[in-house]
């Protein structure tokens, strides 16, 4: 036997024997692989599990996200609703005296608009339609009618409007301050606005007719491309 060896003898079932020596030196080396790789092994398993915890945490953060990502955008989309709601709306002096704020539509079946054209030039718009009268028995129709047209900014004070009067912010429009009319089937309607920008800046086209007391029949909003 050589000095600082171990020798590891075998007998096969044929009686023949193996002879295995090996090395002190290979024994402690092969001890140190071993321990290397159990403490990898540990290792490994101790960060799988780090970061198998770690992507749960990750994968419960990004569902609350989800989460609040898709209770902003419902948000979004409702105050985009009201928005789109409140488009158009405008404060007005009933005949009563009330403030009240109203939305585009028809509030009567008495009136109605149509063959609505709008030409424009450099500094101006001009306005044409049909007011025709519904109501039953041909009953003549009184009253005033306003038009507006909206500036792309959609500041109050640069809207254009037909009869000439001022549209302040803050300030009610009054139903006397239209043009009047008279009609018992139907009336053309010549709307000329005068223009401080040019009218490729007004994108929208506000018709509003009232009765003789100050009843809101109808108000139009269009969209307006000149």
Do not use: C, W
Request: glycine share 4%; proline share 3%.
């Amino acid at each position: 036997m050589k000095k600082n060896t171990i020798t590891i003898v075998m007998v096969s079932a044929k009686r023949e024997p193996l002879t295995i020596e090996v090395t002190v030196k290979e024994i402690v080396l092969m001890l140190v692989l071993m321990l290397s790789l159990a403490g990898t092994a540990v290792y490994s398993v101790v960060n799988f599990n780090r970061l198998r915890t770690e992507h749960r945490q990750l994968a419960s953060s990004a569902q609350i996200l989800r989460e609040q990502l898709a209770n902003r955008e419902a948000r979004v989309d409702s105050l985009q609703k009201q928005v789109d709601q409140r488009r158009g709306a405008l404060l007005l002096i009933g005949g009563n005296s009330d403030t009240m704020e109203v939305s585009p539509g028809a509030y009567s079946d008495k009136i109605t608009i149509d063959e609505l054209r709008v030409t424009s030039s450099n500094d101006s718009l001009l306005v044409s339609f049909r007011l025709v009268n519904t109501s039953e028995h041909e009953q003549s129709a009184n009253g005033y009618l306003i038009v507006l047209a909206e500036h792309d900014s959609g500041l109050l004070e640069r809207y254009g409007t037909f009869p000439d009067i001022d549209v302040l912010p803050g300030n009610a429009l009054s139903y006397t301050s239209g043009d009047s009319y008279s009609i018992r089937r139907f009336k053309q309607v010549r709307a000329p606005i005068s223009l401080e920008y040019r009218p490729s800046k007004y994108n929208r086209l506000k018709v509003l007719v009232f009765d003789r007391q100050g009843a809101l029949l109808l108000y139009q909003d269009l969209r307006l491309n000149v």
